[in-house]
């Protein structure tokens, strides 16, 4: 996973990452998708006739994470929508990431590097934090 999605990866980790790449039918499908969808990836539907499904979040791959799962029960949509958004920008840092040309040796290098996972996964965690300390 670190080499077709070195920021996806770095963002959520290497299964959850490869969950949703498989959900979507590929990195590229994945880059082209909505935070919405992606948030909805891997959600089990149940037929409840007659029960509220009121206080019940869809669980989806990203319920996954360990932060959603250390979060407080009004904390937790925003942990996943925050996930859903940064997501789909790392998906779309690893699909399109243009490769850099050596003019010396007229090779193609690709840089496999996860900063910009790191640096999203940092601010989130970044910004949960604040929203926690507000309350």
């Excluded at 206080?55 to 407080?72: D, F, R, W």
């Excluded at 399109?96 to 193609?108: G, Q």
Aim: charged residues 25%; proline residues 2%; hydrophobic residues 35%.
């Amino acid at each position: 996973m670190k080499l077709f999605a070195p920021n996806l990866t770095a963002l959520l980790g290497a299964d959850i990452a490869g969950k949703l790449i498989t959900c979507a039918g590929g990195i590229t499908e994945l880059a082209k998708c909505p935070s919405g969808n992606i948030l909805n990836m891997g959600t089990h539907h149940v037929n409840i006739e007659g029960f509220s499904t009121r206080n019940k979040l869809n669980n989806g791959y990203l319920s996954e994470l360990e932060e959603y799962k250390t979060a407080n029960d009004n904390m937790k949509i925003k942990v996943l929508r925050r996930y859903a958004n940064k997501a789909a920008l790392a998906a779309k840092a690893d699909a399109f990431s243009i490769p850099k040309i050596n003019n010396e040796n007229e090779e193609v290098l690709i840089e496999n590097n996860n900063d910009y996972g790191k640096d999203l996964k940092e601010k989130i965690v970044e910004k949960l934090s604040k929203i926690e300390n507000t309350k």
